[in-house]
């Protein structure tokens, strides 16, 4: 438990010049902006892709660009923009190297080189997702999912051009950074604490943070192996997934393989993915709920043991996604029960955020607002979810927009609602100056109330039976027009909420220089990183003496003391 | 104060949506109305935590506003409270499972006494065989796919001589039977949906799959392919009519067996060729330009293409078109279509032929 205390007094890969102080830094804080610079950067393309989505299903035609090929590309690249590159970055390459140090009490990684590989090895991966825009034939249009047979053939966009394998080349160097830094989360949350930092006493986010983690380490490995093997499949013609086919008036030169086999891999990594992704965000609101509602979280204890169910479990819950895929249809009884066994814990979760409140003393500050948005939206996309996952339920509404509506208001709304309250909480720790309040308000209104009005109303067209990924409804008589006409409002809110996010840039830019001044611990948070003797944390994070910890990293309101928090490294003897 | 009655306009209206939504059910046609009950049961249930959680998370925000001075109360944990919670939350999972799992035994249990019918997709088309009178369907392979035998049923299999090939959109079923279907794809993979009958079922080529329903009124119905499946996937859409047994009895007869569909001349079969080939599916045959253009009225014409240069359609231009698609392609179009390169002479001509008799 002490083994911070081994780089007591020690400089570590101390920067020489601006090099490598800013570019290629070793420092986790550095590290963490070039991660949620590039992720947001590449997460504003994936924005854009949606909206030219949007264009053509609110307004088809008015862009004679967007063709069925371009849309079903823009459809692709934006689901896997915005899962891996934008979000699982984020959060675990940005949220997580920034905090898990200075949450812990570390002067940094626990491998500061590797983690600075780690980076840069992510930015490839950026830099080969984006050269697929760029490649004749353009990026892949196969669906996120990249299924075979289609992602890999002709009448697929992409699929008998380079657009899938860089697609694929892609993610395989994205899971190595990913291992990289992955392993780095591991190792410093295991062996670099601070004095006192027992497991129990470690802050909820860097639990949720070091359990994606855990759960990237092994379900990434399914999608590596899968997307090497579609590679294989691709260019040496190799059929693990490929059966006979017949296409083009003759039969290719596959047979043997089995499509199905892909879904599995996929989806071994898929559904964990959900919860990589979710966990941190999780671990936000638990932090963010609690300080700024100034009262202890509740049921700590169970909040562990709710997570580490949930991460456990969502190892066998990933055929849910295959429902009507073909595969053996017993399996249905088997995952839709570990599907709903799922939700108990994260029932659980949403219990102890809203206990949390209860008789508490609630500060409505921005990251407050955020807090409680997610927990709406978060209720309505983990609830639809109970209708997806539970089998026969799930069989009129599977590729209908009721997934759509399903999954953007759990995986995509949620964790960015808890995104943008964790920028807005931590963004003082970075900076050292507080986010204009005003623009915070707005920013959050358009964008709580507009991604409401865009997944909602979705959910019933998915019950009407419209299917997803559709570029046109005008064949189809079941579709009646006032389908096409409520695709028009969503475009409509979809375009002013796309617009609203450049408020949060402009906030960004502007508060660097005219922020207020935050002082070290605006929000009179219990937790280590606001307790360092620099605001910002300079290199190093601690000067010459690490923090020693004597509670645990919530005690607001605590009975006996006089202001309404206890910071993690006051002993009880110094409480006033 | 803001947030509560924003938050309170939010729980109340997707409440209310529920009454009145414009965007529901489309009315039941088949036996699957448990489906629709399972639904509406999960309604509930979530319907009563949604209004529950938020209701409380809204309380909270009027009653434990911020009060200088003010502090929280201090209670880490209450076991007895977490306790209650989750067996709470665990009778509601067991209110929803129990009916989804029971759906989901009706759903995959296949009738004995079921009709038989064979779907089989391709891009961007749905073709059907029903096994004849003797009840058996011929053995098919993947290898014996050709565009003569577009359903790779073995010739010399003397179960698939008197199977009945559906090569067009369009199926009809008898009303209120049991209906199997066994459906495969040729090339990638498809999923058979029908928005009024609510099943569901993945196509997935090298295997098949099952999926039966019994449709319970009379009309025509539309299939829409529901697992993307490339470019023209929105418009890969069939017809179900739902006849009395008489009708489609009488359907069914005028269907070509395997036996003769074998023993058709390839002249004057242009349309059934293109019909089976899939070319239909993004050439239509009645002016509206769909994925590629349409193919009436379009022969002898002139067309730009998307290097700006012009072409006379002609026979020379439609053959090339056919057999390597990529090298002159019209203007607005993307390049997506597939190269039909084993194409017979005699075929190619048939094809072109029923182009010229589309121009008036």
Known sequence: MEQGANYEGQPIHEPTGWWSRYVFSQDHKIIALQYISVALAIGLTGMFLSLMMR??????????????????????????????????????GGFGNYLIPLMLGSRDMAFPFVNMLSFW??????????????????????????????????????????????????????????????????????????????????????????????????????????????????????????????????????????????????????????????????????????????????????????????????????AHHMYVAGMNPYLGFFFATTTLIIAIPTAIKVYNWVITLWDANIKMTVPMLYCLAFLITFLIGGLTGLFLGNVAVDVPLSDTYFVVGHFHMVMAVSPVLALYGGLYHWYPSVTGRMLDDTLGQIHFWITFVGTYLIYFPMHYIGFLGVPRRYYSNDQYDFIPQSVNDLNQFITICALIVGAAQFILLYNFVVSLYKGKEAGPNPWGACTLEWQALESPPGHGNWGEKLPVVYRWPYDYGLPGATADFVPQNVPDEQIT | MAFVIVATIIVIGTVLWNA????????????????????????????????????????????????????????????????????????????????????????????????????????????YRFPGEDGIYGNTNGRLFSSKNTFGIDPNDPNGQDDILIRSAEVH??????????????????????????????????????????????????VACAEYCGTGHYAMRGLITVDTREDFDAWLAEQPTFFETLNEGVEGQGKQIAQTLGCVACHSDDGVNGIGPTWKNTFGTERLLDTGETVVIDEAYIKESIVNPVAKIGSGYAPVMPAYATLSEEEIDAITDYIKTLSD
Not at chain 1, 66 to 81: E, F, K, L, P
Not at chain 1, 201 to 228: Q, Y
Not at chain 2, 51 to 75: D, L, M, N, T, W
């Open chain 2, 20 to 127: 009145v939504s414009p965007w529901w059910f489309t009315p039941l046609a088949s036996n699957w109305g448990f489906l629709d009950t399972t639904i509406i049961i999960s309604l509930w249930v979530c319907g009563v935590a949604f209004v529950a959680v938020s209701g409380f998370i809204i309380y909270c925000v009027i009653k434990f506003r911020y009060k200088e001075g003010h502090k929280a109360q201090y209670q880490p944990e209450n076991t007895k409270l977490e306790v209650i919670l989750t067996v709470v939350t665990t009778i509601g999972v067991v209110v929803l499972l129990a009916p989804g799992l029971i759906a989901w035994n009706m759903y995959i249990q296949l009738p004995d006494d079921a009709l038989e019918v064979e779907g089989v997709g391709q891009q961007w088309v749905w073709t």
């Open chain 1, 121 to 318: 090895v992510y930015f490839l991966s950026v830099i080969i997702l984006v050269s697929s825009f760029f490649v004749e034939s353009g990026p892949t249009g196969a669906g996120w999912t990249l299924y075979p047979p289609q992602s890999i053939l002709e009448g697929t966009p992409g699929g008998d051009g380079a657009g899938i394998i860089l697609m694929l080349a892609s993610l395989a160097v994205f899971i190595i950074a990913f291992t990289m830094g992955g392993l780095n989360y591991i190792t410093t949350v295991l062996q670099s604490r601070a004095k006192g930092m027992t497991l129990m006493r470690m802050p909820l986010i860097i639990w949720c943070i070091f359990l994606a983690t855990f759960l990237g380490l092994l379900a990434f490995p399914a999608l590596l192996v899968g997307a090497i093997m579609l590679i294989f499949d691709r260019v040496l013609e190799t059929s693990f997934f490929m059966p006979e086919i017949f296409k083009g008036g003759e039969v290719l030169d596959y047979g043997g393989g089995s499509p199905v086999l892909f879904q599995h891999l996929f989806w071994f990594f898929g559904h964990p993915e959900v919860y990589i992704i979710a966990l941190p965000a999780f671990g936000i609101i638990s932090e963010l709920i609690s300080c700024h509602a100034r009262k202890n979280i509740f049921g700590y204890n169970m909040m562990v043991w709710a997570l580490i169910a949930i991460a456990g479990i969502a190892f066998i819950v990933w």
């Open chain 1, 55 to 92: 264009m053509q299903l609110g307004f088809p035609g008015l862009f004679e660009s967007i063709d069925a090929g371009s849309y079903y590309q823009d459809v692709t690249m934006h689901g896997m923009i915005m899962v891996i590159y934008l979000l699982t970055a984020l959060f675990l």
């Open chain 2, 173 to 222: 079923l008898p009303i209120n039977e049991k209906v199997v279907f066994q459906l495969r794809s040729k090339d990638v993979l498809h999923d058979f949906y029908i928005p009024q009958f609510r099943a569901k079922m993945d196509l997935v080529p090298g295997q098949q799959s099952n999926l039966w329903f019994e449709p319970t009124l009379l009309g025509t119905y539309e």
